[in-house]
């Protein structure tokens, strides 16, 4: 069951780069932080339910507050297409074999660099704390994965400080 938490946080990811409202965007970060606090919460229950308080709760709940329109549209190439199915395809995979933390990991690492690949693909104003909130979501899949994780350091990584620090340089900006 973790490795397809991790395996629809990596598909969650992809979706991101193709959505077109900021609304839209929000709910589908909210359920990759959903998907990405499950395998945290084996170790560390608290610091699971804190990084889904923060991560999909509260600031996308900011971002839809901030909420400026629609964000540009992204052209659904076939590459695009392709990148969807094929993670569709690794959540079918790891459904049907229980896979490990390694690739748990790995698909952490995916959905952060993914995170990073939104926040500097669109220039609007609010697509960059979107893409860090994702990278965080990411960060969080990681942490999970991470058998010898500490407390203090799966609570470290679970509060949402980068993409907390952009969302409110955009509230002060305006």
């Known amino acids: ?4 938490a991790g395996a629809a946080t990596l598909l969650l990811s992809v979706a991101l780069l193709c959505v077109k409202r ?12 959903l998907c990405a606090a499950m395998p945290l919460g084996e170790s ?4 699971a339910v804190l990084a889904f308080a923060l991560n999909g709760v509260m600031l996308p709940l900011a971002l839809v507050r901030m909420n400026d329109g629609a964000m540009p549209a992204l052209r659904h190439n076939a ?5 969807m199915a094929l993670a569709l395809l ?10 490990g933390a390694g690739e ?23 697509t960059p704390a979107l893409g860090l909130l994702s990278s965080q979501n990411g960060l969080v899949l990681v942490a999970g994965a991470s058998p010898d994780l500490s407390g203090m ?3 470290a990584v679970a509060v949402p400080l980068v993409p907390g620090l952009v969302l409110a340089g955009m509230r ?3």
């Not at 900021?22 to 932080?33: E, G, N």
């Open 44 to 47: 560390a229950a608290a610091v």
């Open 79 to 83: 590459l695009l297409v392709w990148a």
């Open 1 to 4: 069951m973790i490795g397809a």
């Open 172 to 174: 002060l900006r305006r």
């Open 153 to 155: 350091a799966a609570f």
């Open 22 to 33: 900021i609304d839209t965007a929000a709910w589908a970060c909210a359920l990759q932080a």
């Open 104 to 126: 748990i990991m790995a698909a952490g690492v995916s959905v952060t660099l993914l995170g990073v690949l939104l926040a500097v693909l669109r220039s609007d104003t609010w």
């Open 90 to 99: 690794v959540v079918i995979i790891s459904v049907a074999a229980n896979i």
